[in-house]
């Protein structure tokens, strides 16, 4: 079954960090082009960062220089470093898989999400 | 940058009522990179249409997706109980962004 796994988010101190995962089953992050997205409490989507299946990495001017998105082939795993954390950094944050190697251009899989609250 | 609007932003309906939702953008965009997801409260979104008109895996084909360039549009020809929910469209390019989303409530 294909399948995507967040976890690591939590509480966290303005100015902080955290080191998100993304387990996926049924598929190899390494040959498809992951994303991380992210939703605050009531409000909408926020496409965060891309790392492609040939490793290039794309990052929302928001988080630009704050967000790291990496993977880890042999865990078939994605993590997203959040350093610097703001207020406005609160959201669930999800992980997603998108389509376009099947010529899909959405994202097809998405996880449960994992929940980041930064609060002093 | 391209934006994406939508409306309106709560719809009202009966099951079994038809519902339109209308995605905005500006500038342009390609079919092929315009796409729907449905979000029911606490749950991660779904994807229901790609490339502006083709159902996702799974979608009932209640659900169609039409439109091009600056005008796309979601409908749910008749409405079932599990379809109340937020509605987003999407603009899929190297910076995706999502629309504001619709809201369909009963």
């Known amino acids: 079954e294909v399948q995507l796994v967040e976890s690591g988010g939590g509480l966290v101190q303005p100015g902080g960090s955290l080191r998100l995962s993304c387990a996926a089953s049924g598929f190899s992050v390494g040959t498809n082009y992951m994303s991380w997205v992210r939703q605050a409490p009531g409000k909408g989507l926020e496409w965060v960062s891309f790392i492609y299946s040939g490793g290039s990495t794309y990052y929302a001017d928001s988080v630009k220089g704050r967000f790291t998105i990496s993977r880890d082939n042999s865990k078939n795993t994605v993590f997203l470093q959040i350093n610097s954390l703001r207020a406005e950094d609160t959201a669930v944050y999800y992980c997603?898989?998108?389509?376009?190697?099947?010529?899909?251009?959405?994202?097809?899989?998405w996880g449960q999400g994992t929940m980041v609250t930064v609060t002093s | 940058e391209i934006v994406l609007t939508q409306s309106p932003g709560t719809l009202s309906l009966s099951p079994g009522e038809r519902a339109t939702l209308s995605c905005r953008a500006s500038p342009s965009v390609s079919t092929s990179y315009l796409a729907w997801y449905q979000q029911k409260p606490g749950q991660a979104p779904r994807l229901l249409i790609y490339?502006?008109?083709s159902r996702a895996t799974g979608i009932p084909d209640r659900f169609s997706g039409s439109g091009s360039g600056t005008d796309f549009t979601l409908t749910i020809s008749r409405l079932e109980p599990e379809d109340f929910a937020v509605y987003y469209c999407?603009?899929?390019?190297?910076?995706?962004?999502f629309g504001g989303g619709t809201k369909v409530e009963i």
């Open positions: 997603a898989r998108d389509g376009r190697e099947e010529l899909q251009f959405a994202f097809q899989i």
């Open positions: 490339g502006a008109s």
């Open positions: 999407q603009q899929f390019s190297s910076s995706p962004r």
